[in-house]
């Protein structure tokens, strides 16, 4: 058994995996996950695929601030490959972060930054959403729906693979409070808030369908890129 983590011991973000018992260990990437706002790892979170082949995170090489990409790697960090990518804009500041691969291992779940709510988000003009693609980067839908003042993130699969439990942040001057939702794995049937809190994580147990606080299904949009 081994546990993944991202580590900045050299100043920069790479995944590295031990031993259960925090022996044997080993880095994977050298390519620096970028430092997202002084960010604390939650950008390069290494996820492990359910076979146990596979690890997925989010980061960049050489990217200090902008431009994350989910990707995937072998377990022992060969076979290194971006799932998603931007045309390189400096300016275009479209980050994937935080994957979740479902629980079959044929789908991942992310945050993505990248549409455009022009002169209202204070930094970017972009808000973050979920989106869930193949888990070869193909087939990219968006389950969450770009609204101000709204983000949308962290995504976790329930045990059967039938919803998403992810977090929704509405902002109100001076107060941001993180709630959690939950939805079915397209994106209609949204339930919640069920709870104030943030980073959710689905236990063993099956995907109840009881939903004591229904929420406005929101529309799913097809991407056909990445």
Same mark, same amino acid.
């Given at each position: 058994?081994?546990?993944a %983590?991202?580590?900045?011991r050299d ?12 022996t ?5 990437? @050298?390519?620096g996950?970028?430092d ?6 939650t ?7 359910p @076979? ?21 790697m ?20 479209t980050?994937?972060w ?5 629980? @079959?291992?044929n *789908? ?7 549409e ?7 930094f970017?003009? *972009?808000?973050?959403?979920v ?12 389950l ?9 993130c $962290?995504?976790t699969?329930s045990?059967?693979g039938?919803r ?6 509405? $902002?109100?001057?001076? %107060? $941001? ?7 079915d794995?397209?994106?209609?049937n949204?339930c ?18 009881? $939903?004591?606080?229904? %929420? ?10 990445t």
């Amino acid at each position: 058994t081994r546990i993944a %983590f991202g580590s900045d011991r050299d100043r920069n973000w790479d995944i590295f995996v031990m031993d259960a018992d925090g022996t044997n260990l080993d880095q994977l990437t @050298d390519i620096g996950l970028g430092d997202w706002w002084g960010s604390d790892g939650t950008y390069a979170r290494p996820a492990w695929s359910p @076979d146990g082949t596979q690890i997925a995170f989010g980061g960049g090489p050489g990217n200090d601030d902008w431009d994350l990409e989910i990707y995937v790697m072998d377990a022992d960090g060969r076979n290194l490959r971006p799932l998603t990518g931007n045309d390189d804009d400096d300016t275009n500041f479209t980050n994937n972060w935080w994957p979740a691969w479902s629980p @079959d291992g044929n *789908k991942i779940a992310f945050t993505s930054r990248r549409e455009d709510v022009p002169e209202l988000y204070e930094f970017t003009g *972009k808000r973050d959403l979920v989106f869930v693609m193949d888990a070869d980067g193909t087939d990219l839908v968006q389950l969450t729906t770009n609204a101000w003042p709204i983000d949308t993130c $962290c995504p976790t699969w329930s045990p059967d693979g039938t919803r998403i439990a992810y977090t929704r942040i509405e $902002c109100a001057p001076g %107060f $941001c409070p993180p709630e959690i939702f939950v939805m079915d794995a397209d994106g209609t049937n949204i339930c919640g808030p069920l709870a104030t809190g943030d980073q959710p994580n689905w236990g063993p147990a099956p995907a109840s369908t009881n $939903c004591p606080r229904p %929420f406005t299904t929101m529309t799913t949009t097809t991407t056909t890129t990445t």
